[in-house]
C-alpha cells in the first residue's frame, strides 16, 4: 500500500547494522547500493564505539549522546546471580534521561521502532520491541505485546510471523526488513529506527572473517536497496534524513575464561551448578570485558577487598586469565562504564569473558554453552575495532568525509536535524557535515 503525500513531512530514519565496522567498508563499497549511498553521503569510516562496546549500552548512547555511566545502560543484561539466563536491559526504564525519539515524541512526532535496543515499553507510536519470552510460561508473542503496540505487533505477525524463525539469521532480519517496509508504505512514521543484526549473529556464531559474513554483507546491501526505494515511494525526500550506522565491531576469539570460578575457589561466591547462591564479590561479563561486583546485601569487609586486589594482580601475570586491564571503579567511569563496580577487567583478545562457574577456562571449540567465535566489548580503542557512521539527505552536506568521531556523538548531531536538544550531551554536534 503507497503511502503518497501532497506535502512533505521531515522525517528522520535511522538504520543500525549490527557489528559491522570500519574493516566491512572496503567490501560494502563494492556493493551497489552501499557504495551509491556512501559516495553520496557525509561519513565517517572510523567511529570509537562506547565501553563497554556491546550492543545495549552503545543503542543508548547513539539516541542520548551519552556515555553508559551518564545513560544507565552500563550491559546488555542484568545482575541477576540466581537466574543462569539473566533478563536483558530491554525497557525504557532503564535509560536515565531524555533520548531522540522521546524528544520527538514530544514535537507530535510519529515514531517507528523494530527491534531497537531497550525501546521495550516506551512510548514509541508503532513499536517492535526487542524482547525476549526468557520464562517457562512465557511465549514470544505474549512477551512482545505486552512491551510494545500489541496491536501494530500483531498486524505485523500475521503478515510476516511466516518469515521468522527465532532469532535465527537471517530470517530474522528478513521479518524485521519486510516489516520496515510495510510501515513505510502504511504509515509513513516521522521517525523510524531499525536494528538488523544479520553480520553480528552470524560473526558470534562464524567468526569475524567468515564467508558466511560476506552473505550477510550482501544481504544488507540489498535490503538497504528496498528501504530507499519505499523511501522514495513516499514522496518526502527532500525533507528526509537517513542516516546508517554500525554499533561496535568485534574480535576474533578462541578461549573463554569464568572469573566466577576464580571467586569461587577463592570463597567469594557459593553456587550450585552455574546457579549462583550467593557472593562477596561476582563477575558480570560484557564479553570483552568484565565487572567486579560487591554484594550490596553482604558488605565485604577491608581484608575481603584487600585480598581481591592482590589475587587479580597476581591473575594479571598469569597468561591464563586473559588479563589484559584492571581498572578501577572510578578509572571505569571515566571510560563511560559502571562507576559502581569495584573492578572492571579488560580481557586480552582472543580471551573473553562469561559468568558461569563451573571450570576455569576452555577452548571455544568445546564449548556447550554460549560459544562464540566473534564477540565484542573490549576498550574501543583497540586498532582496527572501529565502526561507521553515514548520513544523507535533509540537512546533511553531501559527500563529507571527517577522520574520526565518537559514537555518542551521534545523538547531538541528530537532534540539531530534526530541531530538538538533549540535556548535558557527552558527545559534540558534528557541525562540519550540517547545513542546518
Known amino acids: 500500500m503507497k503511502n503518497n503525500r501532497r506535502n512533505p513531512h521531515q522525517r528522520l530514519i535511522m538504520i543500525s547494522l549490527d557489528a559491522v565496522g570500519a574493516r566491512d567498508i572496503?567490501?560494502?563499497?563494492?556493493?551497489?547500493?552501499?557504495?551509491?549511498?556512501?559516495?553520496?553521503?557525509?561519513?565517517?569510516?572510523?567511529v570509537q564505539s562506547v565501553y563497554p562496546s556491546i550492543t545495549y549500552p552503545a543503542h543508548v548512547s547513539i539516541v542520548t549522546g551519552k556515555k553508559p555511566v551518564h545513560h544507565g545502560v552500563v550491559n546488555n543484561t542484568c545482575l541477576q546471580p540466581k537466574r543462569p539466563d539473566p533478563d536483558w536491559m530491554w525497557q525504557r526504564k532503564f535509560v536515565k534521561g531524555t533520548t531522540l525519539y522521546d524528544e520527538a515524541l514530544k514535537k507530535g512526532w510519529k515514531v517507528a521502532s523494530l527491534l531497537w535496543p531497550v525501546t521495550a515499553k516506551s512510548r514509541v507510536t508503532y513499536n517492535l520491541p526487542e524482547v525476549f519470552a526468557n520464562r517457562p510460561w512465557q511465549n514470544q508473542i505474549m512477551v512482545s505485546a505486552l512491551n510494545g503496540s500489541a496491536s501494530y505487533e500483531l498486524i505485523l505477525n500475521h503478515k510476516f510471523g511466516h518469515l521468522r524463525d527465532g532469532v535465527?539469521?537471517?530470517?530474522?532480519?528478513?521479518?524485521?526488513?519486510a516489516s520496515a517496509l510495510y510501515t513505510i508504505n502504511r504509515?509513513?512514521?516521522?521517525?523510524?529506527?531499525?536494528?538488523?543484526?544479520?553480520?553480528?549473529?552470524?560473526?558470534?556464531?562464524y567468526g569475524v572473517y567468515h564467508d558466511k559474513i560476506t552473505d550477510a554483507l550482501n544481504r544488507h546491501d540489498k535490503r538497504l536497496g528496498e528501504l530507499m526505494d519505499a523511501l522514495e515511494t513516499t514522496g518526502d525526500m527532500d525533507k528526509t534524513t537517513v542516516v546508517i550506522l554500525g554499533d561496535h565491531y568485534q574480535l576474533q576469539t578462541e578461549r573463554v575464561v569464568y572469573l566466577n570460578y576464580l571467586l569461587k575457589q577463592e570463597g567469594f561466591l557459593k553456587s550450585q551448578g552455574d546457579v549462583i547462591t550467593d557472593y562477596t564479590y561476582i563477575s558480570k561479563n560484557c564479553d570483552g570485558c568484565t565487572y567486579i561486583y560487591e554484594n550490596p546485601k553482604n558488605k565485604p569487609t577491608r581484608e575481603d577487598f584487600e585480598k581481591l586486589?592482590?589475587?587479580?594482580?597476581?591473575?594479571?601475570?598469569?597468561?591464563?586469565?586473559?588479563?589484559?586491564?584492571?581498572?578501577?571503579?572510578?578509572?571505569?567511569?571515566?571510560?563511560?562504564?559502571?562507576?559502581?563496580?569495584?573492578?572492571?577487567?579488560?580481557?586480552?583478545a582472543p580471551v573473553f569473558y562469561l559468568d558461569a562457574c563451573h571450570t576455569l577456562t576452555e577452548p571455544v571449540s568445546q564449548m556447550k554453552k554460549g560459544k562464540m567465535r566473534g564477540t565484542h566489548g573490549y576498550l574501543p580503542d583497540k586498532p582496527g575495532y572501529e565502526t561507521f557512521f553515514m548520513a544523507f539527505g535533509y540537512g546533511i552536506k553531501e559527500g563529507v568525509e571527517i577522520p574520526s568521531m565518537h559514537l555518542y556523538?551521534?545523538?547531538?548531531?541528530?537532534?540539531k536535524i530534526i530541531g530538538v536538544t538533549l540535556p548535558d550531551p557527552d558527545g559534540k554536534c558534528l557541525t562540519e557535515i550540517l547545513t542546518i
Not at 572496503?26 to 572510523?46: D, M, Q, S, V
Not at 504509515?187 to 556464531?205: A, E, G, L, S, W
Request: net charge negative; aromatic share 10%.
Open 168 to 177: 535465527r539469521q537471517p530470517a530474522l532480519d528478513n521479518f524485521v526488513h
Open 409 to 415: 556523538d551521534e545523538g547531538p548531531t541528530l537532534a
Open 26 to 46: 572496503p567490501y560494502l563499497c563494492t556493493l551497489p547500493n552501499f557504495k551509491r549511498l556512501w559516495e553520496r553521503a557525509a561519513k565517517c569510516a572510523h
Open 187 to 205: 504509515y509513513n512514521p516521522d521517525m523510524m529506527m531499525i536494528h538488523f543484526t544479520d553480520v553480528d549473529t552470524n560473526r558470534h556464531i
Open 309 to 348: 586486589t592482590n589475587l587479580l594482580e597476581k591473575c594479571k601475570n598469569d597468561s591464563i586469565y586473559g588479563i589484559d586491564r584492571i581498572f578501577t571503579g572510578k578509572e571505569a567511569g571515566e571510560l563511560g562504564a559502571d562507576d559502581t563496580c569495584v573492578y572492571l577487567i579488560e580481557a586480552k
